[in-house]
């Protein structure tokens, strides 16, 4: 058993879209479960100490062997896949990708940090986690981790990429990484779609659904809600027993049906995080030999 491709992250830069679509191809496996974030269990153990964060590690393979489980059902000449955003900010776990899957493939979707951050941020506040204002929130950051929370809570450092890149450039080798910009993904998905599937070696001429839903993040109409369907023991628990597909459906009714509009990213803090970010944006145009455009404003 094996995994033929990884997309490592980043977090809230379109990730579960992807997930969707290529679940629509026969010529993709992908397990019922998105996140299954195995090869960063260790850096999540002794980080539980956010709300939700024990929930979000109690479902988290612990050996290798019930990863694997999770892709049983793979018929031959399937690509299998694991779509596990974490991977990107525990980019250490690239020796233990290496050495488990020799062979495997990475793709990363790479979204302008200040609103990768931000939407990270309000989607703790969608699911009734996160109470601070953004500002606060990231002036508690070094406090919160030094107290374990999760790498979820850690929104300022979640923004760097290139050390990552780099990392997995490193561990992988040439050919074996494939960086995606999510404004390209969000302007032409199918684009993108026929990129993975040459670069796993399948036919570019698939055809994909792109109009699809993808998570939903805002402020809550009501905070209990949230909690009660975001991360915790209940939610696990219903994990087990209604079908994966029909739990996933009836949690993003829930939340959209919640929320009440999100949250808009204050001007001088979105200029605050460009800046903080800059010369890490210039570091990665370099490695991956592209601008990514993020330097100037947005259009």
């Avoid at 406090?143 to 850690?154: C, E, H, Q, V």
Wanted: net charge neutral.
């Amino acid at each position: 058993m094996s995994v033929d491709l990884i997309v490592g992250g980043a977090s809230k830069a379109g990730t579960t879209a992807l997930y969707d679509m290529l679940r629509q191809r026969p010529d993709f496996f992908l397990p019922k479960r998105k996140e299954l974030h195995y090869f960063s269990r260790p850096f999540f153990e002794g980080t539980t100490n956010g709300p939700g964060d024990a929930a979000v590690l109690a479902e988290i393979p612990d050996t290798l062997d019930t990863y694997f489980a999770h892709f049983a059902d793979k018929r031959p000449g399937q690509i299998a896949v694991d779509v596990s955003p974490s991977y990107l900010f525990h980019h250490a776990s690239a020796a233990a990708i290496e050495r488990e899957l020799p062979s495997v493939k990475i793709v990363f979707i790479l979204r302008r940090p200040e609103e990768k951050v931000f939407s990270q941020y309000t989607h703790l506040v969608g699911e009734g986690r996160e109470t601070m204002s953004f500002e606060d929130a990231l002036g508690a950051e070094a406090n919160r981790k030094a107290a374990g929370y999760s790498d979820i809570w850690l929104y300022a450092e979640s923004g760097y990429y290139a050390d990552a890149i780099m990392a997995f450039q490193a561990a992988l080798g040439p050919g074996r990484t494939m960086i995606v910009l999510f404004d390209d993904f969000r302007r032409d998905p199918g684009s993108v779609l026929r990129d993975i599937c040459l670069f796993v070696g399948l036919d570019g001429r698939q055809e994909f659904r792109t109009e699809l839903e993808s998570n939903v993040s805002g402020a809550p109409r009501s905070v209990l809600l949230a909690r009660l369907i975001g991360p915790n023991a209940f939610t696990n628990l219903l994990r087990r027993i209604l079908p994966s597909q029909l739990g996933r459906i009836a949690r993003r009714a829930l939340r959209a049906a919640n929320s009440a509009g999100k949250p808009i990213l204050n001007p001088e803090t979105r200029n605050m995080l460009k800046g903080i970010y800059a010369e890490d944006i210039s570091r990665l145009e370099t490695l991956i030999g592209r601008k990514t455009g993020w330097l100037t404003p947005k259009e």
